[in-house]
C-alpha cells in the first residue's frame, strides 16, 4: 500500500500546475510507479529531475553506454534497490556488460576480468559509496579514462541514482531490497 496518494491537480502545489500537466502530457497519465511517481507530488522538482536524468542517460553524456549502465546497476547494488536494478540489468547486458560481471555484481560476488573503464566505474562508485570518498589513485584513474567531463557525469550519475531509492523508500510500506538469493528478472540475456 501506498503511503503517499497519487498526485492529482488538486493536490499538487498550484503554483506548478504548468509543469504538473506537461509531465501528465508527455507520459500519457499520471505516473503511478517508479520514484516519479512520488517526485511529481512537486512536478517542478519533478520536471527539472527528468531533464537532468536525460542528459547524463543520453546522449549527450560523453560517458560510452555500457559505463553508464554499469554505473547505474553498481548503485542498484550498492544501495540494495531492487527497482533500479530490475529496471537497468537487462539494459546493462544490451549495453554489452557480460554476464559474469552483471551476475558477480548481483550477488556481491567478486568482480573478475574487468575491462579499465569497467574497473575505473566499479573502483570509484565502490570507494564513493563505502568511504564516501575517493582516493587519489582512484580519482587520477578515473579522470585520466574519462577526462573531466566524463567524470563529473560519472560522480552525478552515481549520485542521481543514488537518490532513487530514497525517493522511492516513502512511496511503499514495505520497501523491498534486492537479496543476493533474489532473481531479477533479467537473469537471461535478452
Not at 539494459?91 to 560481471?101: G, I, K, P
Request: contains cysteine; charged residues 25%.
Amino acid at each position: 500500500m501506498s503511503r503517499i496518494p497519487t498526485a492529482t491537480r488538486e493536490s499538487v502545489p498550484q503554483d506548478q500546475l504548468a509543469a504538473f500537466d506537461e509531465m501528465v502530457s508527455q507520459r500519457g497519465s499520471v505516473p503511478d510507479i517508479d520514484p516519479i511517481s512520488v517526485m511529481i507530488n512537486v512536478p517542478e522538482l519533478a520536471r527539472r529531475g527528468e531533464h537532468f536524468r536525460a542528459y547524463i542517460r543520453g546522449d549527450e553524456s560523453s560517458l560510452p553506454l555500457n559505463v553508464r549502465e554499469l554505473a547505474v546497476i553498481l548503485t542498484a547494488r550498492e544501495m540494495d534497490c531492487q527497482f533500479i536494478w530490475n529496471a537497468h540489468c537487462a539494459f546493462a547486458r544490451q549495453a554489452s556488460l557480460s554476464d559474469e560481471l552483471v551476475n558477480n555484481l548481483r550477488d556481491k560476488k567478486d568482480l573478475h576480468t574487468l575491462s579499465a573503464e569497467e574497473a575505473a566505474v566499479v573502483d570509484y562508485g565502490w570507494e564513493l559509496f563505502r568511504t564516501r570518498k575517493v582516493s587519489q589513485p582512484v580519482y587520477d584513474g578515473a579522470l585520466a579514462l574519462f577526462g573531466m567531463r566524463g567524470l563529473m557525469e560519472l560522480t552525478n550519475l552515481l549520485g542521481y541514482y543514488s537518490s532513487r531509492p530514497s525517493t522511492s523508500m516513502p512511496s511503499t510500506s514495505a520497501y523491498q531490497t534486492t537479496s543476493p538469493n533474489r532473481r531479477c528478472r533479467c537473469n537471461q540475456k535478452q
